[in-house]
């Protein structure tokens, strides 16, 4: 019930193109859903998150959308870019600051030129 | 401002050696995670400080892991002995809590890449 569950484990994208990434989860106390971005040698940057208060949340490229009935949510990144290249990893927290975060199996996205 | 610090990048060890890996927040950052990634996984959480108290530490493997954070700055973890499967990336990350409970942001560091032969 703690799994986060992501899919694909790898994908390939066309420069232009656009890039989706998605998760499930079980646990109905997670309350906040953030995703990362993680390049080689690097650790996990903060990219966007969303509360489930809201079905879908936007910052330029990267949208989130979230169904909470559903109990999936997805990250779309459109006109991928082949600086987007990178290891994307979902995540889902409870509502308190101090609970702990737990994260998907991450994606490898490759942008083709 | 500087982000998370970690040392060193990488480490090689044979098996039943020990290790420490040291990491120095973000400036004024009292939450203070170790954790560990496998090859193609997620991070997963080892251990959470709140200044130099843990306060969750449930998936440490206590009998060969250890870590401490004196002064509630600078931490270390450490590995007696290693073992072939401790080969992964441990990575540390600080967060400032008092933006709430929608915040929180964790800022990882680069961490530390240690292979057990």
């Known amino acids: 019930q703690q799994q986060v569950k992501q899919s694909p484990q790898s994908l390939i994208v066309q420069k232009g193109g656009i890039s989706i990434i998605n998760c499930a989860y079980e646990?109905?106390?997670?309350?906040?859903f953030p995703w990362y971005q993680q390049f080689p040698g690097k650790g996990p940057a903060l990219l966007i998150a969303?509360?489930?208060?809201?079905s879908e949340k936007k910052e330029g490229r990267f949208t989130i959308s979230f169904n909470k009935s559903a109990k999936q949510f997805s990250l779309h990144i459109m006109d991928s870019q082949p600086g987007d290249s990178a290891t994307y990893f979902c995540?889902?927290?409870?509502?308190?600051?101090?609970?702990?975060?737990?994260f998907g199996s991450g994606t490898r996205l490759s942008i083709r030129p | 401002e500087a982000g998370v610090v970690q040392s060193p990048r990488y480490k090689i060890i044979e098996k039943k050696q020990p290790v420490a890996f040291w990491c120095n927040p973000i400036?004024?950052?009292?939450?203070l995670y170790w954790y560990r990634q496998n090859l193609g996984q997620g991070p997963e959480l080892l251990i959470r400080?709140?200044?130099?108290?843990?306060?969750?530490d449930s998936q440490l493997p206590k009998d060969r892991f250890s870590a401490e954070r004196l002064k509630g700055v600078d931490s270390t973890l450490k590995i007696q002995p290693a073992e072939l499967g401790d080969s992964a990336v441990y990575l540390c990350?600080?967060?400032?809590?008092?933006?709430?409970?929608?915040?929180?942001?964790?800022?990882f560091g680069p961490g530390t890449r240690l292979t057990v032969l």
């Open positions: 990350a600080s967060s400032d809590p008092s933006g709430g409970a929608s915040s929180n942001e964790q800022f």
């Open positions: 646990n109905t106390a997670f309350d906040y």
């Open positions: 969303i509360r489930p208060d809201v």
């Open positions: 995540a889902a927290r409870g509502y308190s600051s101090a609970s702990k975060i737990i």
């Open positions: 400036s004024g950052h009292n939450t």
């Open positions: 400080y709140e200044n130099e108290e843990a306060v969750d």
